[in-house]
């Protein structure tokens, strides 16, 4: 009785329990198999199935497709299928010939019931995948004559195209052999045309040969993205850097292929407004990356598709129209481009079913993009060989031209050398004029100086002068009274010496005689006082202008200084304040007197602006010297009125003067200049107005001609 109760529940059971996966025969020498149409299918659109779920799912279906293109969505595919080994071999493998599918989860059931899970794809880390490989690949232990069941979840914001293929680990050796060696082929036909170009681009200098080195660069990294090498070999751990890789390089080598474009078919030139159309495609990728990098991954990937196809019928219609105008590297352009284009088509019709799935049609967008590669190279090379006839055209017709200018020069040689001969005479007289007028105007400026000098120097000796002449008379008076009176005692003989000795006690009494002895000792004191500080003078205005002295020598500046003072005593002799602080300097080399006409220009102007203060200052000029960085460095300010920036700006152009009619030159501080130029030296000026006036006079301490001479 409870059999037949039972009988019920039983076949409910068996009604509700999902069927056997369909079978994978492995057979010996069938190589990789590829199995998309033996394997059933089932979309999980929410995404959210667990394995035990799909496992007793009832709604597996039939693939009817070799290679399955599952679109671009959210929804979870799972695959399964029984593998059974008929091989003598127990070592299997299942391979998923995409490397761009994100995530990819295997579960692999043993005949006792034994769970196997592994985490593949291009979101993995691949540190925790077991066989790590360019493709993702499921290891398969497979006793002979025994069988496993194989469930797989895809998971991809891509497109997504499953090609299945299953072997023997011999048979996936093989096949992982052929394919690293067509890569590697591929690769190192990529980096001998890149080597190529970037050794002619440093012998010729051609900018385009470097924008082409730079795109073989990003189409060789782009490729080498796609077929899964650089996640394998260059960033195996960063997994969200794999999966954005492909679009990344994608946008940015479309960009880099329009821009190369652009530059060597001359776009801006022959359809400008085409040109400008770039941007634009530029502007919307740059809006599908954000996309696709932020909350909108689907969205972003499908315009970032749709604009790589715009971006490349736009190249083909740009360089269709230009290549119509006639010009040959356009042409090129366009046969390797679609050559290239040749190559996504025959990609796309294999995942699309209209060709066959084989190693050509897999790899074609490698194969399109290293012909196009010749045959850019080609149309560099072209047009160099354009360049160089148009090069010699050019020169043949320069050579005709300066054939002809030679002619014509030769003809007008002959006026040229009149003329220039009337302009050389014009100009030599303007030039001897000129440098009269110079040489009158320096002169001018040097009687001017010497007038103040003189007359300082004349008021200077005419005291010690003065005194000299005053003290003649009284010396010429008791010298002659002495005299007298020595004659009368050289007259005394010894018969009239007694009677005549005391007149002549008398007389010397009279006369005062004791008393002109001790004046004429003071008298001859004071002229030779005058005569020293008149020597004094003379010397400190030879000092000066070292007349004795037309070489580069060593001279003491503070010696130098003191002597300018000395000589400008008369101006500012209780009038000025003098500061002199004299610090720790060496001898310099220069011409000392064309120094010290430096220090008395540059005094006299500092007196006459502190002279010129109204408001009661007290006028003070300050002197300092020191030696820094080989350098030494006489500052003199004053407390003067000071200058304005316009003032300040044009103190040293000649005939440049603030002083009125009559008063100056205006060469003073223009010679100053000069010397100081002619010494290697620089002036610092700091001004203010109403302030006063601060300048800096800097001379090396070895002139440049002496360490010439002593190099």
Not at 69 to 90: E, K, M, S, Y
Not at 268 to 289: Q, T
Not at 682 to 709: D, F, M
């Amino acid at each position: 009785m409870r059999p037949l109760l039972l009988l019920p529940a039983l076949l409910l059971f068996s009604f509700v329990q999902a069927g056997d996966p369909p079978d994978v025969i492995i057979r010996s020498g069938n190589g990789m198999k590829v199995i998309g149409q033996q394997v059933e299918l089932l979309v999980d659109g929410s995404a959210r199935l667990s394995f035990e779920e799909v496992r007793h799912s009832t709604e597996f279906k039939p693939s009817a497709s070799a290679i399955p293109n599952l679109g671009i969505g959210n929804a979870a595919h799972w695959f399964r299928f029984r593998a059974v080994n008929q091989t003598t071999n127990d070592r299997h493998a299942l391979s998923i010939g995409n490397a761009e599918i994100a995530g990819i989860d295997a579960w692999v059931i043993g005949s006792d019931g034994t769970v196997e899970h592994h985490a593949i794809g291009q979101g993995v880390d691949q540190r925790t995948v077991a066989e790590p490989d360019i493709e993702p690949i499921v290891p398969l232990h497979i006793p002979t004559g025994g069988s496993v069941d194989v469930y797989m979840r895809f998971t991809s914001d891509k497109q997504l195209v499953v090609p299945l293929a299953i072997g023997t680990k011999d048979d996936l050796r093989g096949y992982a052999s052929g394919r690293d060696l067509l890569i590697g082929c591929y690769l190192g036909f990529m980096a001998v045309l890149l080597l190529y170009n970037l050794f002619v681009f440093l012998s010729t200098r051609d900018r385009y040969y470097l924008i082409y080195v730079a795109y073989i660069l990003l189409v060789s990294i782009t490729q080498a993205v796609f077929i899964g090498f650089a996640k394998f070999r260059f960033w195996p751990e960063s997994s969200w850097f794999a999966t954005q890789a492909s679009v990344i390089f994608t946008v940015i080598t479309a960009v880099s292929a329009n821009e190369f474009m652009t530059a060597f078919i001359q776009v801006r030139k022959y359809e400008p407004r085409l040109a400008r159309f770039r941007f634009l495609l530029y502007a919307l990728m740059a809006v599908g990356v954000v996309a696709r990098l932020t909350h909108y991954p689907i969205e972003g990937y499908q315009l970032l598709q749709l604009l790589v196809m715009v971006s490349a019928v736009y190249q083909f219609v740009v360089a269709f129209r230009i290549s119509r105008r006639g010009s040959r590297v356009a042409r090129y352009f366009l046969v390797a481009w679609c050559m290239f284009l040749a190559g996504i088509v025959i990609f796309v019709l294999k995942d699309v079913e209209l060709l066959p799935y084989n190693d050509f049609t897999k790899y074609t967008m490698p194969i399109g993009t290293a012909f196009e590669g010749i045959m850019l190279s080609l149309a560099l090379a072209d047009r160099i060989n354009v360049l160089r006839r148009e090069k010699e055209r050019s020169q043949a017709e320069a050579l005709a031209t300066s054939l002809e200018n030679q002619r014509i020069i030769r003809e007008q040689n002959v006026i040229l050398e009149e003329k220039v001969t009337e302009r050389t005479h014009a100009l030599r007289e303007s030039n001897e004029h000129l440098k009269r007028t110079q040489t009158q105007l320096v002169n001018a400026e040097k009687m001017a100086s010497l007038g103040q000098l003189t007359a300082g120097i004349a008021h200077e000796i005419n005291n010690p002068i003065n005194f000299i002449t005053s003290n003649i008379q009284p010396l010429r008076r008791n010298i002659s009274e002495i005299v007298e009176v020595m004659q009368e005692y050289r007259a005394l003989t010894p018969e009239t010496a007694a009677e005549k000795l005391k007149a002549l006690k008398e007389h010397e009494r009279k006369l005062g005689i004791s008393d002109s002895i001790d004046e004429l000792d003071d008298i001859i004191g004071s002229i030779s006082e005058g005569s020293n500080r008149t020597a004094e003078i003379v010397r400190g205005l030879r000092n000066f202008s070292r007349l004795d002295e037309d070489d580069l020598k060593e001279a003491d500046l503070h010696e130098g200084l003191r002597n300018t003072l000395a000589l400008l005593a008369p101006q500012y002799r209780d009038k000025v304040n003098i500061r002199f602080n004299a610090g720790a300097i060496p001898t310099v080399e220069c011409f000392a007197g064309k120094v010290n006409q430096v220090f008395m220009n540059v005094l006299t102007n500092a007196i006459q602006a502190t002279a010129a203060r109204t408001d009661g200052t007290t006028p003070e000029v300050v002197i300092s010297t020191i030696t820094e960085d080989g350098e030494v460095c006489i500052t003199i300010a004053d407390n003067g009125i000071g200058m304005s920036d316009e003032v300040k700006a044009r103190m040293f152009e000649p005939f440049f003067t603030t002083k009125p009619v009559g008063e100056g030159t205006g060469l003073g501080l223009a010679i100053v200049y000069g010397i100081i130029e002619d010494h290697h030296g620089r002036i610092e000026v700091t001004s203010e107005a109403g302030k006063g006036t601060s300048i800096s006079i800097i001379l090396p301490i070895r002139h440049a001609a002496l360490k010439q001479q002593r190099a």
